[in-house]
């Protein structure tokens, strides 16, 4: 089961790609993030992100998509343009096919690292020691879009549970 | 000179489509709502979205394409989901090759009924009496997407000035 994660962004996105192998443990494919310059149009920004994104459902062919949900209390500009970005995002994963999964930014904290009050540091440790890799992966929104994909592997693995 | 406007949203989603004849006049050649079901997965209601986007584009060929700004002082949840498929209707009109422009509501206002304050029923009103229509075209997501597309004829029209 491979399931691509996302935390959507306009300037920087995040992505993640987590594969389950038939034993439980976890690989890290691959990762990094799509930056758009600030100075290109916004419909150009949107363009970009939904290409590579589409590149790169089509490199890695994964079984599943997750989206990190929006959280603003405050800005609500920046609100409007990184949910321009995450319209773009679930279209782009509906145009493949893929089923896709929203969370919260608590239930991915809760998913990790077991409690929904955890703070970057200890989400990238955590992050890193589940993919079984030597170095925490940077920058932070990439480490973020690992974290959404494993939760969703995890909530595929329950869900699976339930129905047996 | 075809210009499409578009006023964004989830639920329903105002367009319509308005031609400068050379003698200066404005004809209003459709205008509508794209709906989708609130039932459905967001997912698939940005992909009705685009979709029915596209095919308006094909159907119409517009020289141009404007698109409502977003401002929400308030609820930020709903500027959110607003914000999600003014996303992907930047990218569908960008995909399509068109030039786009955003205007914020209260210069909509001030192109169509000359100040920024104006309200609903009297811009309703310009609406009809600019496009020379017989009565107020409904729904009101419809009647503000024709006022973006008027305002974007309006501006085209002093940017060709300004160039002479």
Known sequence: MLALGID???ASLGYGLVKEHADGSLE???YGVIRTGAKQPMPRRLQRIHLEIRRLIEA???DRAAVEELFFARNVSTAITVAQARGVVLLTLQEAGLPIAEYKPNVIKQAICGYG???KAQMQEMVRLLLAIDEAPKP???ADALA???TDVHSYRLTDFAID
């Open 140 to 142: 932070d929104d990439a």
């Open 8 to 10: 959507p962004g306009t």
């Open 117 to 119: 009050g955890a703070d």
């Open 28 to 30: 890290c494919l691959d």
């Open 60 to 62: 890695h062919q994964p």
């Open 148 to 150: 959404v994909a494993i």
